[in-house]
């Protein structure tokens, strides 16, 4: 599990919209197994990548299983005939997420963690190696972010599948992610948490008469 860490504006969700080939790239090259990201048919890359990002729901008056079913696009034919194995996938999709209870309530009727469990649950049932995630914990309270990110973490860990997204939750991110890119000006730098830190990588992050990070506990601190 990977955060993209960043001040505003930095390009987070730039970048991670461009390597799901939700944007055009700006420049450089994408490959993904040595293949050019824009070789590959946008119905190739459904099967490899899925992403979910910040806007809000087009449909929220689907049920939840009809959601996550949508997940399963890339593999069903033209009509969205859903096939026993793409049910098993979103059964077990909901499962994972803890959200089989709620299989048959309509999205608008979820809180933003429940909404954003049926989105980690769709992106689950396209069974994609790739994950991307465009601030997942936006809008939650800290118990959910925690909640979510933990479950990112176990998703990534128990399934092993790379899941990349970006974030203001430095400090959850420090302690959650297994690698961490902090996009920079000029600059950027990637690596495990405590590389970073050893390296003092986060310390320059913001204007230092404002905030200031300490390494020995990895949490930010106001400069009163
Ligand atoms: N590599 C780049 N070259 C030129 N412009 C860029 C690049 N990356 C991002 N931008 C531009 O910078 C602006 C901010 O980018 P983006 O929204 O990705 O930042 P962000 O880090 O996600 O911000 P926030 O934390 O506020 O959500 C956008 O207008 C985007 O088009």
Known sequence: MAAIIGVNGIGKSTLLRTLGKVQPKISGTIQLNNIPLEKLTDLNLATQISVVLTEPIASKNLTVWELVSLGRQP????????????????????EIVDL?????????ELSDGQLQKVMI??????????????????????????????LLQDIAHKT?????FTTHEIEI????????????????AFGEPCELIRNRNFE???P???????????????NR
Not at 160 to 164: E, G, P, Q, S
Not at 208 to 222: E, N, Q, Y
């Open 208 to 222: 230092s008469d404002t905030i200031t990070f300490d390494s020995s506990t990895g949490a930010f601190r106001v």
């Open 100 to 108: 089989t209870p709620l299989k048959y309530k309509k999205c608008y």
């Open 160 to 164: 092993k599948k790379t899941i990349l």
């Open 75 to 94: 593999y069903t034919n033209w009509i969205g005939t859903l096939s026993d194995v793409d049910k098993e996938k979103i059964k077990s999709a909901l």
């Open 121 to 150: 649950a769709r992106a689950l049932a396209q069974d994609t190696f790739i994950i991307l995630m465009d601030e997942p914990t936006s809008h939650l309270d800290l118990y959910h972010k925690v909640q979510i990110l933990k």
């Open 173 to 188: 991110a420090i302690q959650l992610c297994d690698k961490i890119l902090i996009l920079e000006q000029g600059k950027s």
């Open 204 to 206: 320059n992050l913001f």
